[in-house]
Each structure stands twice: as structure tokens, then as C-alpha cells.
């Protein structure tokens, strides 16, 4: 496996495989020796039963392992996709199914998940349906809510929910979100995961960032002393956006081209665009630094 590394201690812009990244924060050269945490971030896994996927997903997925990551954080559409019109209720079924064999090649490791917007079944009968939307998928996923935060070894982690009106937290979550971030003591490193990116360089190419993304913005910097990293999926590219102290990475897809080979104006094979499917692995350091590095699996 190739493993290709890019250093920076400044601002800038990233975008596609050609230079698989490992972002330091302005104070990496006072951190510690040792990472406080090492942890795997995989997203878009996308998985349904056809064309061995799960066989391939849990062979990658063993190569996660070998980093040895403390926990895992899961960013969204985890199954191929519930959320169009006619899915049936069988073919929402048979991907959970694949799903949870995925999931248990880590029934030893946590694993911290974030709800896509392929998720949800939206197609039920009724929204009385025991299926029916995202608190099925809170149930599959094995999370306490659609978003919720946790602490570990003095990081906090916020888990963000984007499924609403136009891509955004809506009013009740965006409330959760100022008031978690308030109650965390200062210098608090946090990272906050979502689904969608909440900045981005790839939105210019294939939209899908948050539309509250200033709302966000200036909540992070009214926290900016607390909040150094966040990062999503959705996109399937590789992206990394420095602002206001934040480090913003879009770590690609572990499915890339959605499992096939390649749309016409990719790279490689199962590239999307430039991105190859692949997944990240970040260190996370005492006084708040962070490394993001993307291992692409061609």
C-alpha cells in the first residue's frame, strides 16, 4: 500500500489524492512526543450485499487495524443507500444485514457514527413505521441519538447530525451545539464530526456543504480557544480546508467510486475524480495539535 504524506504549518488549500495529507496545528512544534489518541476515520462505506462489497469492505477494513486506533468515527452512509423513492423495506434490511458484519470485524473497538443522508428509510409506509427516518438508523448505528458528544483522554467529541432542511442542524441542534461547547472548561480540544462538510474547497465542485456553514463559523471562532478540527465525508474527495485556527479535512470515501470502477473522468480505478477510495487516520495530541493523514487503498 502506497502511503504518501504532506506537511504544512500554514493556512492553505488541498484538494484531490495527489498529495495525501498529514495536517499540523500552528503549535505542533510544543506538543508532546506521543499522540494522547490515535484514531481511524471511515466514511461513505456505502455497503450492500452485490459484487462481494462486504468481502472487500472488511478486507480494507483490516487494514485500519494495523494502525491499532484507539476508536473509530464512522461519518455517515454506512449502508449503499434507504433514502429513494422504492427502496423496499427487504433491500433496507439486506444492507443493515451486510452492515453488521462489517461492524462486527470491530465488536472489540467503539465505534462512533454519524447518520448520511442515505441512511434513513424514508419510503415506509407510514412514519409510524418502526423504520421509518433516522431513529432506525440511530438503532442499527448503536448511538445514543441522531447527535450527541463524549469525552476521551481530555478531547472532547461532537457527533453533528447535518439531515436537515437544506443541509443544515436546524434550530433545536444548532441550541445542543452552543450550549455543549459553552460548558466545556477552556482550551478544551474538541473535534467535531459531521456527515457534510461544514467548510470545504470540494463544494465548488460537487456542492453538498452545509448551508449553515456561517452560523458555524462564528460559533467556532467564539470557541476558537476549544474547537481544532472538524471533519466529514459525503463528498468521496479528499479535502482539506485550513480557517480561523480550524482544520476542516474531507477524508475521502472508503467505497471511492461508490464500490465501482471509475467514473469517465477519474483518476484510477475506483477513483472519484482524484480521490481513491481510502480512509484516515489522525493523532491527536495533549495541547490541542492534530495530524490527519489519508491512506488511499490502491
Not at 453488521?100 to 441512511?119: P, T
Not at 461508490?258 to 481513491?276: F, I, M, N, V
Request: aromatic residues 12%; contains cysteine.
Amino acid at each position: 500500500m502506497k502511503r504518501r504524506k504532506f506537511l504544512s504549518n500554514s493556512a492553505g488549500l488541498v484538494v484531490g489524492a495527489s498529495t495525501p495529507l498529514v495536517a499540523y496545528s500552528a503549535a505542533d512544534n510544543s506538543h508532546s512526543k506521543s499522540p494522547v489518541l490515535t484514531i481511524a476515520h471511515i466514511t461513505d462505506v456505502h455497503i450492500r450485499p452485490e459484487k462481494g462489497i462486504p468481502a472487500r469492505a472488511i478486507n480494507w477494513l483490516k487494514i485500519t487495524q494495523r494502525h491499532k486506533p484507539d476508536f473509530y468515527l464512522n461519518g455517515g452512509d454506512s449502508i449503499h443507500d434507504a433514502s429513494y423513492d422504492e427502496v423496499t423495506r427487504q433491500r433496507t434490511l439486506e444492507q443493515w444485514e451486510v452492515w453488521d458484519q462489517f461492524r462486527s470485524e470491530l465488536q472489540n473497538a467503539n465505534v462512533y457514527s454519524c447518520i448520511g443522508n442515505h441512511d434513513p428509510w424514508w419510503d415506509a409506509p407510514s412514519k409510524e413505521d418502526e423504520m421509518y427516518g433516522k431513529p432506525y438508523v440511530v438503532k442499527r448505528l448503536q448511538i445514543p441519538y441522531s447527535y450527541y458528544s463524549f469525552d476521551q483522554k481530555g478531547w472532547h467529541f461532537i457527533i453533528l447530525d447535518g439531515n436537515h432542511e437544506g443541509i443544515s442542524l436546524g434550530e433545536d441542534q444548532m441550541k445542543w451545539l452552543e450550549n455543549d461547547l459553552a460548558s466545556l472548561a477552556s482550551n478544551t480540544p474538541t473535534l467535531i464530526m459531521s456527515h457534510f462538510p461544514i467548510t470545504s474547497i470540494t463544494n465548488d465542485l460537487v456542492g453538498g456543504q452545509h448551508s449553515d456553514h456561517r452560523e458555524l463559523k462564528s460559533l467556532f471562532y467564539k470557541h476558537k480557544e476549544k474547537v481544532r478540527v472538524c471533519l466529514s465525508g459525503h463528498q468521496h474527495l479528499l479535502d482539506r480546508t485550513w480557517y480561523n485556527g480550524v482544520h476542516y479535512f474531507c477524508n475521502g470515501a472508503l467505497s471511492g467510486f461508490w464500490w465501482g470502477d471509475g467514473d469517465e473522468h477519474s483518476a484510477g480505478k475506483q477513483y472519484y475524480l482524484e480521490t481513491p477510495p481510502g480512509f484516515a487516520i489522525l493523532k491527536l495530541y495533549a495541547d490541542g495539535a492534530v495530524e490527519n493523514e489519508y491512506f488511499p487503498m490502491t
